[in-house]
Structure formats: C-alpha cells, structure tokens
T-cell receptor
Framework: DTEVTQTPKHLVMGMTNKKSLKCEQHMGHRAMYWYKQKAKKPPELMFVYSYEKLSINESVPSRFSPECPNSSLLNLHLHALQPEDSALYLC??????????????FGPGTRLTVT | GEDVEQSLFLSVREGDSSVINCTYTDSSSTYLYWYKQEPGAGLQLLTYIFSNMDMKQDQRLTVLLNKKDKHLSLRIADTQTGDSAIYFCAESMEYNTDKLIFGTGTRLQVFP
C-alpha cells in the first residue's frame, strides 16, 4: 500500500477564515512533507517533518502552520490567507533512512481557493 | 546552485517512443527521480535511479543518466494516450536528502 490520503479535495475560504488541511499515511514512513503547487509550475517544498519533528521550514509565512500529531498524520492550519495562496497543496511521505532511497509518495492534493 | 531544467512540451504519436530530457547543475545529487502528474492530480512516482548508475529499465520505462554532462532522460516505449501528462524530474542531494529539487516539467501529449 503506497497510499497517501488528503482531505478535503477542494476548499474555498475567505481571507478571514481559519481552516485545516489533513494528510494521512499508513506506510510507517518516518518523514512527511507539505508542498505548494501553482498552475503549470513544479511543486515547491514548504515543510518537512521527520520523526514527528519539524526539520525543514522553507521560510513559509506564519499564516501557514503545520502540525504533526502522530507519525501517520500531518495537518496544515491556514489563517488569514491571501488570494495568491490559492494553489494545489500536496502532501507526501517517505521512508527514507540511511542507505535507503528517499522516494516520496504524494497524495492527490487539496485544491485551495482563497477569495 | 540547484537548477533543474526540462523542455516544456513534447508531442508524440501513439505507439512511438518518447524521450523526456532533464539537465541539472548540482553534482552532489544522490538520487534522481521521474514523477508523472495527470491534470488535477498529485504526483505519481514512476522510477528513480541512484547517481552511481548509468541506466535503469522498468517495463516500458528506461532511465539514462550521464553524470558527466548532468543529463537525465526518460524513455517511454510504445507510448499510449494514457501517458499524456506532465513529467517532472527531481533530484535529492547528498547534504539534504529530504529536499527534492524539481525540474520545470515537460507536458507530454500523445496523439492517435
């Protein structure tokens, strides 16, 4: 099973709303990732959690707040977003450890529209 | 620096072979990957190659790596209409294996 699930599939929110994106994997992977992808562009890394600890934050604005409640779950809390934050938000996970390939498995994404 | 380039568009006839190219600049890459993305969907890992290999074959897919020229290619044999998608190459670095550097993406269109 190489499935990463994400909810919701689509989300429309106003600039004053607070919402959360959710991601789940049951592959026993130790690392989980959030990416942002604008149309016709490659994914851009936002955050990496490794063993439930934040290991990479790519200078993401504080209106995006990640959370890793346990090794299978990853959330992205959204607050006071701007219209330019509208994008496809992708979650990924990888087993990657010393000596192993670091291939990342992606979820289907959440299409976010900020109005 | 980290810079991964791909040609924007490739059009092939069904049944022909497709070759998607990727060039990168950082020689400290450890693994190189090919991902496929269909419209409105996430990324699907197709295959990957370790940086000390020259070639990897997996069914219809053949990956070639020229480390001297920092050139990676993906050949799809007997291309089908279901192969129409955007293809991203990506590399991970020896100094930070958690971070994937993605190429700009190549849109493959297969026509009958």
């Amino acid at each position: 099973d190489t499935e990463v699930t994400q909810t919701p599939k689509h989300l429309v929110m106003g600039m004053t709303n607070k919402k959360s994106l959710k991601c789940e994997q049951h592959m026993g992977h130790r690392a989980m990732y959030w990416y942002k992808q604008k149309a016709k562009k490659p994914p851009e890394l936002m955050f990496v959690y490794s063993y439930e600890k934040l290991s990479i934050n790519e200078s993401v604005p504080s209106r995006f707040s990640p959370e890793c409640p346990n090794s299978s779950l990853l959330n992205l809390h959204l607050h006071a977003l701007q219209p330019e934050d509208s994008a496809l938000y992708l979650c990924a996970s990888s087993q990657g450890d010393s000596g192993l390939a670091y291939e990342q498995y992606f979820g289907p994404g959440t299409r976010l529209t900020v109005t | 620096g980290e810079d991964v380039e791909q040609s924007l568009f490739l059009s092939v006839r069904e049944g022909d072979s497709s070759v998607i190219n990727c060039t990168y600049t950082d020689s400290s890459s450890t693994y190189l990957y090919w991902y496929k993305q269909e419209p409105g969907a996430g990324l699907q890992l197709l295959t990957y190659i370790f940086s000390n290999m020259d070639m990897k074959q997996d069914q219809r897919l053949t990956v070639l790596l020229n480390k001297k020229d920092k050139h990676l290619s993906l050949r799809i044999a007997d291309t089908q209409t279901g192969d129409s998608a955007i293809y991203f190459c990506a590399e991970s670095m020896e100094y930070n294996t958690d971070k994937l550097i993605f190429g700009t993406g190549t849109r493959l269109q297969v026509f009958p």
